[in-house]
């Protein structure tokens, strides 16, 4: 065991991925330019951030302990930055506090709910994959309890969750290695209780990190990286693995479909984390995804198999065909729309550029319409983070899940980025149909935020819900 430095050979746990070792609360944070009176909530974030030593060679991106990090907006005013570690057990041993009750029992699994922070049914939850359960966290961060979401999950969530724009309602594709081979599809519905679960079964134990959904399916993303037993039973605490000789398919589950009315389609072999959209044309569905040509093969602690690049597939899924095109090659992940139009046609989509040891150095704008993508950069100083779009109040009331509208864009787009001349962090809010623009806003933290994984705008609007 060796201490973290910002050098590991780790590529990590090195740079702006390498973990904080404090929890700060700072009020009355220094803006410069204006930040949007309608802004008024909180940004989070979430990545994983070890509270104790780890073995630094064999480190996994995906195991750290979850660290919150959020921004408070109100009126023009940044009002509070804080971040907090998901209390676990081990966690308190480490950093002291209170483990949280659980809505489980002791046995079930508890993969830290790093990935992910979202606000749902007035809660707001911290979330990961394989086999965990949500977190609920209180406003301010804390951690409240582990939630079986008032007695309706059957046993696992997921760290991406899509919300149908049409229904509020979240669609969530599960996956736990001690269920064998199939995956569980869940709806939780508008009051936070999950509705619906479907068990599909598949060939193996793929890792299934995001799922896509249109007006008529539910996209299943059975890729060939999946559970190794061997690499279990000898300690791997994710153990799953690329395995060339597993058929990457697409699965197209009927909205309010069963199991037997799945249609799958055969692509061809890679890996998707992320999509940023996906919609019905007709008879075929267009995905959009940042496409990685293989996942934990030669490289087992992150993502670091070649470029991830935009992609956009059309598949049939009744003639059972697919083609995929570019969209650009430029790096590009953490894909982001304007969340009113998923499931829909749209045109812009957002991502952070990826560099070197999966930095996240630029922020995208991807102009499919006009076949183009506008980048902005500021390196060497900064780097940005994902990139979250927030529709403008006046745009948002006029022409929410209006589709080819002109007004698309028209918001923000809110992103971390790290400032490697002071190692601090800044909170940037720019106009999203201007992003090489000053911004509008800038927050400067006096800490720094590790890249992590993703974060949400999540307006105090909601929590009424
Ligand atoms: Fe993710």
């Given amino acids: 065991m060796t201490t973290i430095d910002r ?19 700072v009020t009355n944070l220094r803006v410069t330019g204006t930040i949007p009176h309608e802004l008024t909530g909180r940004y989070l974030r979430n990545g994983p951030n070890p509270a104790g030593s780890v073995n630094e060679a064999k480190y996994h991106w995906f195991t750290g302990h979850g660290m919150v990090h959020g921004i408070r907006l109100e009126s023009g005013n940044a009002t509070w930055y804080r971040n907090r ?7 308190c041993d480490l950093k002291g506090g209170t483990p949280p009750p659980s809505d489980w029992p002791a046995d079930h699994p508890s993969f830290p709910a790093n990935t992910n922070v979202i606000g749902h049914a007035g809660r707001t939850f911290a979330i990961v994959e394989a086999g965990s359960p949500p977190v609920e966290l209180s406003y301010d961060l804390d951690t409240i309890r582990v939630s079986n979401l008032d007695g309706t999950l059957p046993f696992a969530f997921s760290a991406h969750p899509k919300r149908d724009p049409r ?60 559970f190794n037993l061997d690499a279990a039973m000898k300690g ?33 072999p890679c890996y998707i984390f992320h999509p940023m959209n996906a ?39 009744h003639a059972g065909t697919s083609r995929e095109n570019v969209i650009s090659d430029r790096p590009q992940e953490f894909p982001r729309i304007r969340e009113s139009l998923i499931g829909q046609r749209y045109r812009f989509g957002y991502c952070a550029g990826i560099g070197a040891g999966f930095a996240q150095d630029t922020l995208t704008k991807v102009d499919h319409d006009a076949g183009t993508v506008v980048a902005r950069s500021d390196q060497p100083r900064y780097g940005y983070g994902e990139p979250v779009f927030v529709p403008r109040q006046s745009s948002f009331e006029s022409h929410n899940g209006s589709t080819g509208s002109g007004y698309e864009d028209d918001g923000y787009l809110i992103a971390l980025r790290h400032d490697t001349e002071t190692d601090t962090s800044d909170l940037a809010i720019f106009d999203a149909q201007a992003i090489t623009d000053d911004p509008v806003a800038v927050v400067h933290l006096p800490v720094r935020v590790p890249n992590g994984f993703h974060g949400n705008w999540i307006p105090d609007a909601t929590l009424d819900a």
């Fill in 7 to 25: 050098t590991s050979p780790n590529p990590f746990l090195a740079g702006n991925l390498a973990p904080v070792h404090e929890e700060v609360t």
């Fill in 85 to 91: 570690w998901v209390r676990t057990k081990e966690v």
């Fill in 167 to 226: 229904t509020g309602e979240l669609h969530v594709m599960t996956y736990y290695w001690g269920w064998g081979n199939q995956v569980q599809y869940l709806v939780v519905g508008v009051d936070g209780r999950v509705r619906r679960h479907v068990d599909i079964p598949l060939p193996g134990g793929p890792m299934i990190h995001d799922l896509a959904i249109t007006e008529r399916y539910v996209l299943i993303f059975d890729l060939p990286c999946v």
């Fill in 236 to 268: 791997a605490r994710l153990p799953y693995f690329w395995d060339p000789a597993y058929e990457p398919r697409i699965g197209f589950l009927p909205r309010e479909g069963s199991a037997h009315d799945v249609k799958w389609v055969t692509i061809d």
């Fill in 279 to 317: 919609f019905d044309d007709g008879d075929e569905v267009v995905l959009d995804a940042a496409r990685h040509p293989r996942m934990f093969d030669r490289e087992q602690r992150g993502p670091s198999e070649g470029d991830p690049v935009l992609t956009r597939w059309r598949l049939n899924p």
